[in-house]
């Protein structure tokens, strides 16, 4: 009798079977950047309009006796947290053939894709939603034939392997990425952007639900780690109707971005001026301006800026403070800016969410707020290890 295990079929053999590419079995890795902290200098397709508050402030605001108020009165309408993320790692290279029988080497990239919502009870942080998704991003020319249907089939296939069933991991998609020489982006980049992009979906979709379940309004905002910056899909921009539902799911959601350029951020004189970000005192906010991004359509965004750690405390000038950003939704809001007060409010229940801290536990422990960080530290909680996800290819 033979003592001989069954061998364990892996997902490239099945990938590579299905798509007529030729695994090298490469050296997998994690292609993830750590979580430190850092200032975003990159390009920015941010275009800056105009003033977007009722009132017109010259200088900083001051919310220190607010927030006080506000803490004393133990009162609070930031009741819902999101957090997004992703792991991408680069899982084998792939050879496919080109015309004139010419074989090139495009890498696999593979990613686990996590999306929770915590809401606040009682002061108790809590689940509340929670996606998890399973992906692969392979190049566009793995589908030699451009066959209708072609990459959900072959998730299916793979996702009936024995192995992944018996472990209960499902693929639920193969997103393809460009080949083509469009531009000097590398092509695991170009992979990892279809995996973020599928990560912001999954996002948007949370938010929908919270709004179709009446979770979401003007005494129960959501806070969401990041930008706002959500792209319609040609679905919603085709239908008004779905497009103003698209926007208006976004009426009480704010976004708290710890990474930001600060070389994009305009002074009280419009002019780009970091310095005014850095210079910003403990506990007072930014006049709040107005922008628009082409890519993401007539969206205008509100953004301004909350100091919410002593500068002398922190380890750069911008550590400790929030880019704060809301989208224009109504009519009045886009005509007029956002009512200044509610700008206030706002801002002073962030400022209020400043202590605890993780500090020790979260290198951006300065830009952090800590619901935010208690979902972060839900959703990686529910990752696949890195090492049993690896495994796997």
Same mark, same amino acid.
């Given at each position: 009798?033979?003592?001989?295990?069954?061998?364990?079929?892996?997902?490239?053999?099945?990938?590579?079977?299905?798509?007529?590419?030729?695994?090298?079995?490469?050296?997998?890795?994690?292609?993830?950047?750590?979580?430190?902290?850092?200032?975003?200098?990159?390009?920015?397709?941010?275009?800056?309009?105009?003033?977007?508050?009722?009132?017109?402030?010259?200088?900083?605001?001051?919310?220190?006796?607010?927030?006080?108020r506000?803490?004393?009165?133990?009162?609070?309408?930031?009741?819902?947290?999101?957090?997004?993320?992703r792991?991408?790692?680069?899982?084998?290279?792939?050879?496919?053939?080109?015309?004139?029988?010419?074989?090139?080497?495009?890498?696999v990239?593979?990613?686990?894709?996590?999306?929770?919502?915590?809401?606040?009870?009682?002061?108790?942080?809590?689940?509340?939603?929670?996606?998890?998704?399973?992906?692969?991003?392979?190049?566009?020319?793995?589908?030699?034939?451009?066959?209708?249907?072609?990459?959900?089939?072959?998730?299916?296939?793979?996702?009936?392997?024995?192995e992944?069933?018996?472990?209960?991991?499902?693929?639920?998609t193969?997103?393809?990425?460009?080949?083509?020489?469009?531009?000097?982006?590398?092509?695991?980049?170009?992979?990892?952007?279809?995996?973020?992009?599928?990560?912001?979906?999954?996002?948007?979709?949370?938010?929908?639900?919270?709004?179709? @379940? #009446?979770? *979401?309004?003007?005494?129960?905002? =959501? %806070?969401?780690?990041?930008?706002? +910056?959500?792209?319609?899909?040609? &679905?919603?921009?085709?239908?008004?109707?779905?497009?103003?539902?698209?926007?208006?799911?976004?009426?009480?959601?704010?976004?708290?971005?710890?990474?930001?350029?600060?070389?994009?951020?305009?002074?009280?004189?419009?002019?780009?001026?970091?310095?005014?970000?850095?210079?910003?005192?403990?506990?007072?906010?930014?006049?709040v301006s107005?922008?628009?991004?082409?890519?993401?359509?007539?969206?205008?965004?509100?953004?301004w800026?909350?100091?919410?750690?002593?500068?002398?405390?922190?380890?750069?000038?911008? @550590? #400790?403070? *929030?880019?704060?950003?809301?989208? =224009? %939704?109504?009519?009045?809001?886009? +005509?007029?800016?956002?009512?200044? &007060?509610?700008?206030?409010?706002?801002?002073?229940?962030?400022?209020?969410?400043?202590?605890?801290?993780?500090?020790?536990?979260?290198?951006?422990?300065?830009?952090?707020?800590?619901?935010?960080?208690?979902t972060?530290?839900?959703?990686?909680?529910?990752?696949?290890?890195?090492?049993?996800?690896?495994?796997?290819?």
């Amino acid at each position: 009798m033979s003592n001989d295990k069954p061998k364990r079929i892996k997902v490239m053999n099945i990938i590579a079977e299905a798509t007529g590419g030729k695994s090298y079995k490469a050296h997998k890795y994690n292609l993830d950047n750590s979580d430190r902290p850092s200032v975003d200098y990159g390009n920015s397709e941010i275009i800056w309009k105009r003033r977007a508050e009722t009132t017109a402030h010259k200088t900083y605001v001051d919310l220190t006796s607010l927030s006080k108020r506000l803490a004393a009165s133990d009162d609070q309408i930031l009741s819902y947290f999101l957090d997004g993320s992703r792991r991408v790692f680069k899982v084998d290279d792939m050879a496919y053939s080109k015309s004139g029988g010419r074989s090139v080497i495009y890498p696999v990239i593979a990613g686990q894709i996590g999306v929770g919502c915590c809401r606040r009870i009682d002061k108790k942080v809590i689940p509340e939603k929670f996606k998890r998704e399973y992906v692969l991003a392979m190049p566009d020319i793995a589908d030699a034939d451009g066959k209708p249907g072609f990459w959900p089939a072959t998730a299916k296939k793979l996702s009936a392997c024995e192995e992944l069933k018996r472990l209960g991991i499902d693929f639920t998609t193969i997103l393809p990425y460009k080949t083509s020489q469009i531009d000097d982006k590398k092509f695991e980049d170009r992979a990892t952007a279809c995996i973020q992009d599928r990560m912001i979906e999954r996002e948007k979709e949370l938010v929908a639900e919270l709004v179709r @379940d #009446g979770k *979401l309004n003007q005494n129960n905002y =959501l %806070v969401k780690d990041g930008s706002l +910056e959500y792209r319609p899909s040609k &679905e919603d921009k085709s239908n008004q109707e779905k497009y103003m539902r698209f926007k208006n799911n976004y009426n009480f959601v704010l976004g708290a971005s710890k990474n930001f350029n600060p070389e994009v951020c305009e002074d009280i004189n419009g002019k780009p001026n970091p310095g005014f970000i850095a210079d910003l005192k403990l506990y007072h906010r930014t006049p709040v301006s107005e922008y628009e991004n082409a890519m993401l359509g007539d969206i205008k965004f509100a953004v301004w800026y909350l100091r919410l750690r002593d500068k002398s405390r922190t380890r750069t000038p911008f @550590d #400790g403070i *929030l880019k704060i950003e809301k989208i =224009l %939704v109504t009519e009045e809001e886009n +005509e007029n800016g956002i009512d200044s &007060e509610l700008v206030d409010l706002l801002s002073a229940y962030i400022i209020n969410e400043r202590n605890p801290v993780c500090y020790g536990a979260d290198l951006r422990w300065a830009n952090h707020i800590y619901p935010i960080y208690l979902t972060e530290s839900y959703v990686k909680s529910r990752y696949l290890s890195a090492e049993s996800f690896l495994h796997l290819f």
